[in-house]
């Protein structure tokens, strides 16, 4: 084991958890698991695999990730979502890593799957994140949806080997869900911050990110897995500022509302 504090947030994640947590034990002898309602038994399975199961009601994704690192035993905090896997590649190199300066930060590669084929190109295909990071220097902000990291301007980033992979969707029908869900969080983050709805964010943009994923960066090569991908990305783009516009306007959205399963992860 090493000293690094393991960090999940969950809500019914019991279809997931068990492999995220078989890989997890290889790493860290102090796994949070910061729960947030589940019905299905997801804390059950993280107690009786030696998790610290805490549950919280839920501020957002990164206020969430934040409450797990305040009970971390160790300052070096490794983020894991319940739908991600390190590989053994990823496992080896952490053993390997020193740890030693907290104004280091490390960059993970991810390996992202729609159902059971890992995606090769696309936004997709190029996906990296820091995760691992000290907790003395580093904090998620904690806006209603794509958090990030807070860190200060001397920070160095280094890249591990390995890779964490991202079970994200199963089909078309959840991803579907998945991106509206999405699109209204990010509409409710513009319209806190200001932002407006111009008519080339809604239509302009929504066609170039489909052309970005598909074309530029190559997901026709995923055949059509790439091709829903790339529809995906433009729907959620042209959906988080068209319903930005109907906030703008105080209107009602009449869009159903994603399964509660698909609120923590995408």
């Not at 590669?109 to 003395?136: A, C, M």
Request: proline fraction near 4%; include cysteine; charged fraction near 25%.
């Amino acid at each position: 084991m090493i000293p690094v504090s393991i960090v999940i947030i969950t809500h019914n994640e019991a279809e997931t958890i068990r492999a995220c947590l078989n890989a997890c034990k290889l790493i860290s002898d102090d796994i949070i698991m910061i729960d947030n309602g589940s019905t299905d038994g997801t804390p059950d399975i993280g107690s009786l695999s030696g998790c610290r199961v805490l549950h919280e009601s839920w501020d957002g994704y990164g206020a969430n990730k934040n409450k797990g690192i305040l009970h971390a035993k160790y300052d070096w905090v490794l983020s894991i979502d319940a739908d991600e896997i390190p590989d053994m590649d990823l496992v080896r190199s952490l053993h390997q890593t020193v740890l030693h300066d907290p104004l280091t930060v490390y960059d993970i590669r991810f390996i992202t799957y729609y159902g059971e084929k890992p995606v090769r190109f696309g936004s997709w295909g190029r996906d990296h994140h820091i995760r691992l990071f000290n907790r003395n220097m580093v904090k998620w902000d904690e806006p209603p949806v794509h958090e990030n990291l807070v860190m200060p301007p001397a920070i160095q980033v280094k890249k591990l080997k390995g890779h964490i992979r991202h079970y994200s969707i199963k089909d078309l029908d959840e991803g579907r869900a998945k991106a509206l869900h999405y699109a209204r969080l990010s509409a409710e983050k513009y319209s806190g911050e200001g932002k407006k709805a111009t008519m080339i964010k809604l239509y302009l943009a929504p066609a170039f990110h489909f052309i970005k994923n598909y074309i530029i960066y190559l997901g026709l090569l995923d055949g059509r897995r790439g091709f829903n991908i790339a529809r995906m990305v433009s729907r959620n783009t042209y959906m988080k500022y068209r319903l930005l516009r109907k906030l703008g306007n105080r209107l009602h959205t009449d869009l159903p509302v994603a399964k509660e399963s698909l609120v923590m992860e995408y």
